[in-house]
Structure formats: structure tokens, C-alpha cells
């Protein structure tokens, strides 16, 4: 096993770059996920650190190597694919046999290898099938130990989950989970879901338009966002945003109500580059009441979705949509007038310009 | 009631489509199989019998000495038309050869590689094919007397991966994008190059828009007529639907021969297509439902 750092990589195809200046450091035997919407670069990123495209410039290591120039098959490494790219027209058994004949093993060594992996993930008994032959979960699995049987220094995967079904795709994000425990394997993991990557990687790294926009544990992404872009971005629901004014002490809304900063507030509030300021706040944090409470904003009830242990709720204020979360016991009907109040402590102030977050000074 | 009566009605509609159907499919059969039938009936019968009027349906007394005198190489029509085949085996095998060895890297470069001048090279593959294949003659006679290959092989080898090359490339242009990348990346992360990607995973997916290439530039050098009528006029070089041509003499066509000689000429054909069939099918289709 290894590390992997990227140092101010960059890949363009003219003038569009796909991937502007990322440099990240994942450690040896770390989880990390590239998460970000559609586009983002994060595969682009995970096909440059595999070597199946050009830099444009920037530097790749693998433990300790520079592998800018070299070819895939030379950067210890195996992948996973989101289709699976089994070889179609050969066996299971043969699949996973590949990766070791490519490399002249000798024939007991690569039996005894595909025998370990299979047994390892379970797939003894089909061996002998084509992949046409096997369910989206067994295929899942033979990709899996077609990476592994190799014992690689780095494992990329690019999304293997999407094309699975929910409940299987729950079942296999805990057995990677656990393959990685198990292996202490350094793998650098694409995914569009967030939740994924919260749920399975030591850290993560947020993607967007290109950039690298935060790069942190998942706990501390969650906590503490950088900009609006990652705290809409983490969190189900993600993090309700409200464009609003500093006036004094207070964020004014145009609908004529301010809301009262604390002292660390007012002081994080003054570091913003113009007088916009994006309030952003978590459906967890926030209380919901039937009448005016000192420290609370009024809005009106959009929709309301119970799930059984907990209701959200969606509430128009100031023109932005701000998901609660509430005990189903609570009723209240869509276009009721409530009152929010919020958390001084744990909400998130945003420069409404920049969209940086800011900080105390 | 109602909906019986309703669904009992539209199925007797159907069935009335269906039969319209199956007779139109009939009368095309008919239209196609009756040629290779009288064909081949006539090739069994002696010369005096294929002239008879009214015409024997069936040969009074059936022979085989038609095909005998073609075969036989003793003969002096024997030796000609096994001169004949021999000539078109050659020409048509080299070519079909020489296609392969072209359209595959190609067409894998047309569907893999962004290059410039990639649509252009593309769409000037295609233009080839949309003029009628006469238009060529003259300018291709003139360009291979200039190059001295009037009269041999070569004339027709080149002039045949002319046509053939275009409708390979395009063919297996479509095969190749139909095999995902990750399939050559996962190789290649595997442990292969480039090259050994290609030879062991695209190559043996790609099998079948081989096959099938292959059975379309073979069977377009193999019945091709007007090239090899104008390029070639020395005898020992000649084709078979060229070579053919003898059995229609001055006085009396030979009618049984003729018939016999295109039954032979037509085997190979067949044989390459039922052999082969079932790689042809799944290149045609391939692509057209995801599995």
C-alpha cells in the first residue's frame, strides 16, 4: 500500500479545464472519496492519477514515485469501474486471472491468487460463468477481486455503486467498507452521491467546476463548509441558504424583519467583503414555532413530508426554501404562518459576494 | 358479450395481416429461389434437352457431365475454368486480406481517436460509396495502365479494396464504439499496453464485424464483373463472371455449362454465409438492444 499526492494538477482541453490546479495528499491506507455533481472533474481527476489520460500539468506520486509519465500499467494500480468492465468473453475465473498472466506469474501462484480473492469476496461457485451470467451485485464482486487479487498499492474506483439497486447498493457500501478495514487499503473513490462519500470515506474531497473546493474528514466538511457550494452540497437535506443584508447588529431581510446576531456573529459578520451576507442553516438546528418567539423569523409552510421518525418541513422565508426537521408529533398544514428560530451557535454565515464563509476575526 | 365479440374481431384482423403477409413472403421467395432452381435443373440436363420447347420441368434423363467436363482438368474447359475460380479465389482472398489488415486499425482510430481532421477523413471514407461504382472505371483505367498494372491482379486488388475498404471501415467503425472503453482501460490497468489491449480485449469482441467485413469484400471481389471485364483482357488472367463469359460462343450458347459453371462459382458464397451466418446476424444487430 501507498499514498497518493497530487500537486497542482491540472488537465484542459482548450480552454475548458476540466480539472484547475487540485493538490491533495491522500494518505496510506486512507479512504478518499472525490465527490461533486456531474462534471466536476472528479473522474477526469481519478483517470489522471490512473494514467488513462495526459496531464496538462501539475504532479502525480504513488508512493513516493512520480508517475507522471508512466503508463497505467506501470503506476501499481487497479480500478473498478462503474460499468464493471468485465471481459466480457472471458470467465469469471479468467477475469480475475488477467491482471496476474499480464504480469507472467506462474500458473500455481495465479491459481492459488484467484482462489483467495474468490474466496475472500464470496464468488467461488462462479468461477467458471461469463459475466452476462451474473447478477449486477456478483459482477460488483468479481470487479472488486479482479482489482484486488493484484494486491495494488492504490485502489480507484469510479462510482461502483451507481448501477446498482438501492437495497444492494447499501449492502456493497458496507462490504467496501469493510474490505477496506480488512486490507488497509489506500483507496481513492469516485462518487456524485455525497452520502457515499460521507458514510465510507476518512476524508473527502469536494468537487466543483474544475476546483477542489474543500478537502477535509467528512465530520469537519459537515461542520464547518467553506463556501455554499459544499454546504449545499453535503448533508440530505442540504443546508438551507438565505440571501440577506447586515444592518447593525442584525441581518435585515427585504421583507422588512431582522434577525439579531450574536456577538461572534456580528464579528464574523463584519468580515464580509459587501453588505450581502447568505445565512445558511442545518434542518437540525432549527426550531419551529406557531407564534412570535424573541429570535425568530417568519415564514410560511410549504410542504410538509413525514418519514415515520421524523417530519421535514419545507418554509418559504425571504424567498429561499429552508428544510426543518421536526418530530412527527408537530402538525401543521401547508401556507401556515411559523416562526423560526435559529441556532446562534451552529449556524453558518456566508459572504453573500464571495460565497466564501466567514469567520471570526 | 361485447368484449368478446370486440377482441374476436380484431383477432381476425390480425390474422388477415399476417396471411397478406405471409403470402407476399411466399411470392418473394418464389421470386428469388426459382432462378437458382432452374439453374441448377438445367445444369443436370444435356444441351439438346435445355432447348427443348415446351421446356422439361424436370430433365428426362438427369447428367452430371457438365460438371464433370468443368472439373476435370485434363479437358481443355476444365483447365480454363479451373484457371478461372483459381484467378478469383486469389484476387478475391488478397483482397478481403488486404481489407482486414486496412479497416481494422481504421476504424478503431476513427472510433478512438480525436485527431484532426477526424470528421473530414471520415466523411471523405463515405463519399466513395455514394457515387455509382461505374463513374470510376475510365479514370481507375487510366490511373493503372499509368502505373503499368493493366492486365493483372493487382488492378483488380487495388480497384476492389476501393470499394471494399469504405463499407469495412464504416462497419467496423460501429462494432468498435460499441465496445466500452473501460473495457480497454481496465486492460490497461491490468497490466497491458496499449497494443496488447487492443490484441486481447477488443480483438476477440470484435470477431464477429471481422467476419462479417470479411464476408463483404469477399463476396464484392468475388461477383464483380465490369472491372475485371475492362482491365483484364488476357485470358490466363481473367475471373470467373469474366471467364464465364466463354461459355457464350458465336453459334450456340452452351446453356447446361453455363448454368453448371455459375452453380459452382455461387458455392462458395453460400458456404462462406452459412458457415458463418450466425457472426453475420450478430454484427448487423449488434448494438441494437443493450445487453
Known sequence: MAGVILEHVMKNYGSMYAVNDVSFTVNDGEFVALVGPSGCGKTTTLNLIAGLLPMSGGDISIGNRVVNDLDPKDRDIAMVFQNYALYPNKSVYKNLAFPLQMRKLPKAEIDRKVQDAAKLLDITHLLERKPRELSGGQQQRVALGRALVRDPAVFLMDEPLSNLDAKLRVQMRSEIKRFHQDLNATIVYVTHDQLEAVTMADKMAVMNGGFLQQYDTPANVFAHPVNTFVASFVGSPAMSLIPLEVSGNALRSPEGWELQLSPANVRKAAGSTTKDIVLGARHSTLKLHKSVVPGSVPGKVYTVEPTGDVTFAQVFINGAVVNISLDPSVIIAPDEMVWIEFDQDRMHLFDGATTMALQAA | ?291
Open chain 2, 1 to 291: 358479450m361485447t368484449a368478446v365479440t370486440e377482441s374476436a374481431v380484431r383477432r381476425r384482423s390480425v390474422d388477415w395481416w399476417r396471411w397478406s403477409g405471409r403470402l407476399f413472403l411466399v411470392l418473394l421467395l418464389g421470386f428469388t429461389v426459382m432462378p437458382m432452381i432452374w439453374m441448377i435443373i438445367t445444369s443436370l440436363k444435356t444441351g439438346f434437352a435445355a432447348m427443348q420447347y415446351p421446356p422439361q420441368w424436370w430433365p428426362a434423363e438427369p447428367t452430371l457431365d457438365n460438371y464433370t467436363r468443368l472439373l476435370d482438368p485434363s479437358g481443355r474447359i476444365g483447365q480454363d475454368f479451373l484457371h478461372y475460380f483459381w484467378n478469383s479465389l486469389w484476387v478475391s482472398t488478397i483482397t478481403t486480406i488486404l481489407a482486414v489488415v486496412v479497416a481494422v486499425p481504421a476504424a478503431y482510430a476513427f472510433s478512438r481517436f480525436r485527431f484532426p481532421g477526424r470528421n473530414f477523413l471520415f466523411f471523405a471514407v463515405l463519399l466513395r460509396n455514394m457515387f455509382p461504382a461505374v463513374v470510376f472505371l475510365v479514370p481507375l483505367f487510366i490511373l493503372m495502365k499509368a502505373l503499368g498494372l493493366v492486365n493483372t491482379h493487382g488492378s483488380l486488388i487495388l480497384t476492389y479494396l476501393t470499394f471494399g475498404l469504405p463499407l469495412a471501415i464504416w462497419l467496423l467503425k460501429g462494432f468498435y464504439d460499441n465496445i466500452p472503453i473501460q473495457l480497454e482501460q481496465a486492460a490497461r490497468i491490468d497490466g497491458a499496453t496499449r497494443f496488447q489491449a487492443f490484441i486481447f480485449v477488443v480483438m476477440p469482441l470484435s470477431t464477429p464485424g471481422i467476419i462479417a467485413t470479411s464476408i463483404y469484400s469477399f463476396i464484392g471481389a468475388w461477383n464483380e464483373y465490369i472491372y475485371a471485364y475492362t482491365f483484364l483482357t488476357k485470358q490466363s488472367q481473367m475471373t470467373l463472371p469474366v471467364g464465364i463469359q466463354r461459355f457464350f460462343s458465336e453459334n450456340a450458347t452452351d446453356w447446361p455449362g453455363l448454368m453448371a459453371a455459375t452453380f459452382i462459382m455461387s458455392v462458395p458464397v453460400v458456404v462462406l454465409f452459412l458457415v458463418l451466418q450466425k457472426y453475420f446476424v450478430r454484427a448487423l444487430t449488434e448494438g441494437a438492444v443493450k445487453h
